[in-house]
């Protein structure tokens, strides 16, 4: 019987080879496991943010909204949302106005599913009493939503709520508001 006998050239081709074997399996495993990947479907999902509103979400959602105005007060019951933003001292109010109302309805009815209506009210806010005075409001139904009305409100300038648009979104318009648009428009 012939005994093996272990030599300095073999000491380095036998690591050597090894290690390529060992390569070569595990080549092997990780594109027949990227084969299976690509086949494999998820056990579990994460969790995605709903794209609705609720109780637990409304402060996060509004929030992000880039307003010009300050939210004053916000709550949502039943599929209504309902919102007062304040206009303060200092601010060009039709221009905000204008603004954050096309804001409000696309995030109501273009962005989220749930809103039924839309209740939302811009108050004046005295700087020397703190009293609030509301100057608009708009009382929007999901059922009765007509995108186009979106599209006309961006359009505005510095003109009179069109009937239209008063009547599509059931604007309350105030005294204060119009005395508001004429100091605007006349000055």
């Known amino acids: 019987m012939r005994r093996f006998r272990f030599t300095p050239a073999l000491g380095i081709w036998i690591p050597a080879l090894i290690t390529a074997i060992c390569f070569l399996v595990l080549a092997a495993v990780h594109s027949v496991s990227g084969a299976v990947e690509g086949r494999s479907i998820a056990a579990f999902h994460p969790a995605v943010a709903p794209s609705g509103l609720s109780d637990a979400n409304l402060v996060d959602r509004l929030s992000s909204l880039p307003l010009d105005l300050n939210i004053g007060k916000a709550d949502w019951e ?31 009815f273009e962005d989220k599913q749930n ?27 999901r059922n009765e939503w007509d995108h186009a009305l979106l599209k006309e409100l961006k359009q505005m300038e ?25 100091a605007e428009e006349n000055g």
């Open 78 to 108: 039943d599929g209504t949302l309902l919102v007062d933003l304040k206009i303060t001292d200092g601010q060009d109010p039709v221009r905000m106005v204008l603004g954050d109302l096309t804001k409000m309805l696309a995030f109501s």
């Open 115 to 141: 809103v039924s209506q839309l209740y939302l009210r811009f108050v004046a806010v005295d700087p020397w009493t703190g009293a609030h005075y509301l100057m608009l409001a708009a009382n929007v139904k």
């Open 158 to 182: 510095n003109e009179p709520f069109s009937d239209r648009l008063v009547q599509g979104l059931h604007l309350t318009i105030t005294n204060m508001w119009i005395k508001q648009f004429n």
